[in-house]
C-alpha cells in the first residue's frame, strides 16, 4: 500500500504561512490602535485638568500674561487632540484592514485544509475498498482450493 500524500502540501504551508503573517499584522495593528487610544485618553484627562486649574486661576488672580498663556496652552492641548483623533481612527482603519486579511487568510486556508480532508478520506476510502478486494479474492483462492 502506497503512503497518502497531498499534493497541494505546499500550497497549505502557503496558507499557513500567510495565515501566520497576517496575525502578526493584527497583532501589530491592534497595539498600535491600543497606544493611540492611550495618548487619546492622556491628551483628554491632561486638558479637562488644565482647564480646572485654568478656571481655579481665573478665581485668584487676573494677571493677564498667565490667563493668556493658559488659554495658549488650552488651545494647543485641543489641536493636539483633533490631531490625536485623527491619527486614532487612521489606526482603527489598519486595524480593521488587518483583520479583514486574517479572515481571508483564515478562510483560504481553511478551504485547503477541507480539501487535505476530504482527500485523505477519499484515500481511506480507496485503501479500504482494495483490502477488502484483496480479502475477497483470496477467500475465492482458499474456496477453490478446497472444492477441488
Known amino acids: 500500500m502506497k503512503?497518502?500524500?497531498?499534493?497541494?502540501?505546499?500550497?497549505?504551508?502557503?496558507?499557513?504561512?500567510?495565515?501566520?503573517?497576517?496575525?502578526?499584522?493584527?497583532a501589530t495593528a491592534t497595539a498600535k490602535y491600543l497606544s493611540e487610544k492611550g495618548k487619546m485618553s492622556?491628551?483628554?484627562?491632561?486638558?479637562?485638568?488644565?482647564?480646572?486649574?485654568?478656571?481655579?486661576?481665573?478665581?485668584?488672580?487676573?494677571?493677564?500674561?498667565k490667563i493668556k498663556s493658559h488659554h495658549n496652552y488650552l488651545f494647543k492641548l485641543k489641536n493636539e487632540l483633533v490631531q490625536q483623533k485623527e491619527i486614532l481612527l487612521q489606526a482603527e482603519m489598519e486595524q480593521k484592514k488587518a483583520?479583514?486579511?486574517?479572515?481571508?487568510?483564515?478562510?483560504?486556508?481553511?478551504?485547503?485544509?477541507?480539501?487535505k480532508i476530504k482527500r485523505l478520506t477519499q484515500y481511506k476510502s480507496e485503501i479500504l475498498q482494495a483490502e477488502q478486494q484483496y480479502?475477497?479474492?483470496?477467500?475465492?483462492?482458499?474456496?477453490t482450493r478446497r472444492v477441488r
Open 3 to 26: 503512503k497518502f500524500k497531498f499534493r497541494l502540501e505546499a500550497l497549505l504551508k502557503v496558507r499557513q504561512m500567510q495565515k501566520e503573517q497576517a496575525e502578526i499584522n493584527f
Open 99 to 115: 483583520l479583514q486579511a486574517l479572515e481571508n487568510a483564515m478562510k483560504n486556508l481553511n478551504i485547503i485544509e477541507k480539501l
Open 42 to 65: 492622556r491628551l483628554e484627562e491632561q486638558l479637562t485638568s488644565n482647564i480646572e486649574t485654568f478656571s481655579q486661576f481665573q478665581k485668584q488672580c487676573l494677571n493677564i500674561e
Open 135 to 143: 480479502l475477497d479474492d483470496l477467500g475465492i483462492q482458499v474456496y
